[in-house]
Every structure is written in C-alpha cells, then in structure tokens.
C-alpha cells in the first residue's frame, strides 16, 4: 500500500498562485508515475497533470497548460503541482495518485481544496 497526503490548498483570488505538495509513503516513490486530477461541484473527476517515474517527462490538460507545473521529488518521496494565474474554474477537490504507469492509477490521496474567488 501506498499512502499519499495532500496539502497546500486554500482561498486564493484570481490571478493568484498556489503551491499543492503530495507526500507518499509506504511504497517506493521513484517507481510510480505520479498524476494530480481535480473534481469540481457536480462535474467528473478530469486529469490534470501527470509525471513519469523519474520526474523528466510532464503531461498537462490543455486547460492548465502554461499555467501549472507539476514537478517530483523522489528523495523526498514528494510531488508538487505549482498553480500560477489561477481562474475560477479551477476551484475543486485536487487529488494526487499513483500508478506504475501513467495511464493507470492504483493509489488516491483525500483530496486538497483549492477555491478562487472571483
């Protein structure tokens, strides 16, 4: 089993940064491909970002592209998902997870809220 704990979310106003940090344990971090997903009010849980084993390649959602960096620490057994010029629609429940690849997800975290006002 792996656990992972987020943190770093809060009330930020559009325009605004956030820092988002996941820290994993119980499993060896460097060998699992890492992902940040968020779920809104009503909506579907939807992808984000995600990251390979070894941290050197990224993927993005277009609709966070330019915006947020997703970056992974393997000695710290921590990923971090850096949120710049924040917009309202990117308020919801931010989730990391884990997976051997990423396309496949086998561990969750609780969740981190993220809100932007307006």
């Known amino acids: 089993q792996m656990q992972l704990v987020e943190s770093g979310g809060g009330l930020v106003q559009t325009g605004g940064s956030l820092r988002l940090s996941c820290v994993a344990s119980?499993?060896?971090?460097?060998?699992?491909?890492m992902g940040w997903f968020r779920q809104a009010p009503g909506k579907e849980r939807e992808f984000v970002t995600k990251?390979?084993?070894?941290?050197?390649?990224?993927y993005y959602a277009d609709s966070v592209k330019g915006r947020f960096t997703i970056s992974k620490d393997n000695a710290k057994n921590t990923v971090y998902l850096q949120m710049n010029s924040l917009k309202p629609e990117d308020t919801a429940l931010y989730y990391c997870?884990?997976?051997?690849?990423?396309?496949?997800?086998?561990?969750w975290g609780q969740g981190t809220q993220v809100t932007v006002s307006s």
């Open positions: 997870a884990a997976g051997i690849t990423t396309d496949h997800y086998i561990y």
């Open positions: 119980g499993r060896t971090f460097s060998a699992y491909a």
């Open positions: 990251i390979t084993p070894s941290g050197r390649t990224t």
